[in-house]
């Protein structure tokens, strides 16, 4: 019967120790019969097992007239679903210990912890895993990015893109993946991300985030790439400035681009369009006027020699201000 069925004679004793097959009698000799009905069961009870029921399982199905197939199936999906996530999250971590190239256990066990604190509930914990990172207990680049990305405290998100700057442009390609996520929360902190890690490729990836449907990750690749010198990023900036949105930040960003002369005509001329077209918002007028102060030119003289004599009193006191700082220097 082991030769014919596959199943080895040792399991055979056990299917009976258990009641699942009852052989209808024995030879002389002692051995056991096997009828053709206990053959179809034997094979049953095979092929339920292949679906990854237990010895238990399988007798209930077997001997229970009432038992449904539909729930039974159900609950297996829902137990290898299980599985498979346990083994896939097993998996990677695996991968992420060799992608550190331990030397040793002991650097193996150091990875672990670092790993373990980057994934606490703990804020302070996955904060201290992040800072303790460095050359002699390395993390994983895609563990610091999955953390990145995935970090919703700004103390700990911190530490975290401090870690994985030090990976230089090996952090670029999970933060890559990153900015097709649907989440726009995902996106922006990928863009905040690789405006901490320096080189071409970074500053090419926040290049495409300039288009971006999210007006938040826009806003960031924005001031990212105008600390960078990428004039891009000037009419995302000048908008900033006008709707005031990080508005300090994004005149700062527009005084380092102005450093290019043929960079500051444009920024002049970008900021004393969006003033003709602001509209009745005086705050916006006087925020953009104020981000005149550090574009240089002939452009932005002759502008705030006419806004010196603007309606809005705030404005004309700004602009003549900002003229006598000029005529100053």
Same mark, same amino acid.
């Given at each position: 019967?082991?030769?014919?069925?596959?199943?080895?004679?040792?399991?055979?004793?056990?299917?009976?120790?258990? /009641?699942?097959?009852?052989?209808?009698?024995? %030879?002389?000799?002692?051995?056991?019969?096997?009828?053709?009905?206990?053959?179809?069961?034997?094979?049953?009870?095979?092929?339920?097992?292949?679906?990854?029921?237990?010895?238990?399982?399988?007798?209930?199905?077997?001997?229970?007239?009432?038992?449904?197939?539909?729930?039974?199936?159900?609950?297996?999906?829902?137990?290898?679903?299980?599985?498979?996530?346990?083994?896939?999250?097993?998996?990677?971590?695996?991968?992420?210990?060799?992608?550190?190239?331990?030397?040793?256990? !002991?650097?193996?066990?150091?990875?672990?912890?670092?790993?373990?604190?980057? /994934?606490?509930?703990?804020?302070?914990?996955?904060?201290?895993?992040?800072?303790?990172?460095?050359?002699?207990?390395?993390?994983?680049?895609?563990?610091?990015?999955?953390?990145?990305?995935?970090?919703?405290?700004?103390?700990?998100?911190?530490?975290?893109?401090?870690?994985?700057?030090?990976?230089?442009?090996?952090?670029?390609?999970?933060?890559?993946?990153?900015?097709?996520?649907?989440?726009?929360?995902?996106?922006?902190?990928?863009?905040?991300?690789?405006?901490?890690?320096?080189?071409?490729?970074? %500053?090419?990836?926040?290049?495409?985030?300039?288009?971006?449907?999210?007006?938040?990750?826009?806003?960031?690749?924005?001031?990212?790439?105008?600390?960078? /010198?990428?004039?891009?990023?000037?009419?995302?900036?000048?908008?900033?400035?006008?709707?005031?949105?990080? &508005?300090?930040?994004?005149? &700062?960003?527009?005084?380092?681009?102005?450093?290019?002369?043929?960079?500051?005509?444009?920024? !002049?001329?970008?900021?004393?369009?969006?003033?003709?077209?602001?509209?009745?918002?005086?705050?916006?007028?006087?925020?953009?006027?104020?981000?005149?102060?550090?574009?240089?030119?002939?452009?932005?003289?002759?502008?705030?020699?006419?806004?010196?004599?603007?309606?809005?009193?705030?404005?004309?006191? %700004?602009?003549?201000?900002?003229?006598?700082?000029?005529?100053?220097?």
């Amino acid at each position: 019967m082991a030769r014919r069925s596959g199943v080895s004679a040792r399991m055979l004793r056990h299917y009976e120790s258990l /009641g699942l097959v009852r052989p209808k009698g024995r %030879t002389d000799a002692g051995y056991r019969e096997y009828s053709s009905e206990d053959i179809r069961r034997i094979f049953h009870i095979e092929s339920l097992r292949s679906l990854g029921l237990s010895l238990s399982e399988v007798r209930r199905v077997l001997d229970g007239p009432g038992f449904s197939p539909s729930e039974l199936v159900d609950d297996l999906i829902r137990r290898t679903r299980e599985r498979i996530a346990s083994q896939t999250e097993l998996l990677t971590r695996l991968r992420r210990i060799d992608a550190a190239g331990p030397a040793d256990w !002991a650097d193996v066990l150091r990875i672990i912890a670092l790993l373990q604190a980057l /994934g606490s509930e703990s804020a302070t914990r996955r904060q201290r895993g992040a800072l303790s990172s460095g050359e002699r207990d390395p993390v994983p680049v895609e563990a610091l990015a999955e953390a990145v990305l995935n970090e919703t405290d700004p103390n700990v998100a911190g530490a975290l893109r401090w870690a994985l700057a030090r990976s230089g442009e090996d952090g670029l390609a999970p933060l890559a993946e990153a900015l097709g996520a649907p989440e726009a929360e995902v996106r922006e902190r990928a863009v905040q991300a690789i405006a901490e890690i320096a080189g071409d490729g970074a %500053t090419a990836l926040l290049r495409d985030a300039l288009t971006d449907s999210a007006v938040a990750v826009r806003r960031r690749a924005a001031l990212a790439l105008g600390s960078r /010198g990428v004039a891009e990023a000037i009419p995302t900036l000048i908008g900033m400035v006008a709707e005031g949105a990080s &508005d300090v930040d994004a005149a &700062d960003a527009l005084g380092a681009l102005a450093g290019d002369p043929a960079l500051a005509e444009r920024i !002049a001329t970008g900021l004393v369009d969006r003033l003709a077209r602001g509209g009745p918002d005086p705050t916006a007028r006087r925020r953009l006027t104020e981000a005149l102060a550090d574009i240089p030119g002939p452009t932005t003289s002759r502008a705030l020699a006419e806004l010196s004599h603007d309606e809005d009193r705030a404005v004309a006191l %700004t602009a003549t201000y900002l003229l006598t700082l000029r005529s100053a220097r």
